[in-house]
């Protein structure tokens, strides 16, 4: 399990550790999760249609060719061969099967995405708590269904739950996972550009389930450092008021 990284670092200097512009650089863009499940779903889709549009042609083919053309008549069904019997019960089953296992492979691939967090992110903690989101960034700052993240860096939550089992869904990142008492879980996904995004709790949790929403708030870098940096320097203030 990571350490969290306000316990390595002083506040200030994690202010600028996980900002955009730091030190430590991806060489590599990371894999997209969202878009991987997007790509996933589509050819899921794709594959239940071809299968769908054979199953009624070879349907109405059979309903056609086979049709009973007069009240008098019997059946009388064509002979197979054995070699038939097995052409026709093997090969429909390893189309099928193949097609089962390489969705199987590709989910695989996607969920390995799903859990590989990025080294280069901004990890966030998040405590649910019936019936709000409180997350808590390296600096010490606390926010309360409001996650602010810059563009073009992955964001990682850290998550814990106060009572009850949560679940944090942001449908636009294609992510969820569900939050519980003394486990810590963790999701992650990368924002690209500016703008808002709906989380919701998917999770049944209690009598406002319903009302358990918030927002992510993706802003251009530049200015979630000026956020950053100005909710850190309200913090030292207060705690210096409060220790004066």
Request: proline content about 9%.
């Amino acid at each position: 399990m990571h350490r969290r990284p306000s316990n390595l670092l002083p506040r200030a200097l994690a202010g600028t550790m996980l900002l955009p512009g730091g030190a430590a650089a991806a060489k590599e863009p990371p894999p997209d999760p969202a878009r991987g499940w997007d790509h996933l779903w589509n050819e899921m889709l794709l594959d239940i249609t071809i299968i769908g549009v054979a199953f009624a042609a070879m349907t109405i083919y059979f309903m056609i060719r086979y049709r009973r053309r007069s009240p008098e008549q019997e059946g009388d069904p064509p002979q197979l061969s054995r070699l038939a019997v097995v052409g026709w019960a093997i090969i429909p089953a390893f189309v099928f099967m193949a097609d089962d296992f390489f969705l199987a492979a590709k989910s695989w691939e996607l969920w390995q995405d799903y859990r590989s967090v990025p080294t280069d992110r901004l990890e966030v903690r998040l405590e649910s708590v019936m019936w709000s989101w409180n997350y808590t960034y390296p600096n010490g700052v606390k926010t309360y269904n409001e996650l602010r993240v810059p563009a073009g860096k992955p964001v990682m939550l850290r998550m814990t739950s106060k009572d009850v089992v949560h679940s944090h869904f942001i449908p636009d990142f294609r992510v969820k996972e569900d939050s519980m008492p003394g486990r810590i879980t963790y999701l992650w996904f990368h924002p690209k550009e500016p703008g808002e995004h709906v989380v919701t709790c998917a999770e049944y949790c209690g009598l406002l389930h319903s009302r358990m929403a918030g927002k992510v708030i993706v802003m251009p870098p530049d200015e979630f450092q000026k956020w950053y940096q100005r909710e850190a320097a309200r913090l030292a203030q207060a705690d210096t008021q409060q220790k004066g």
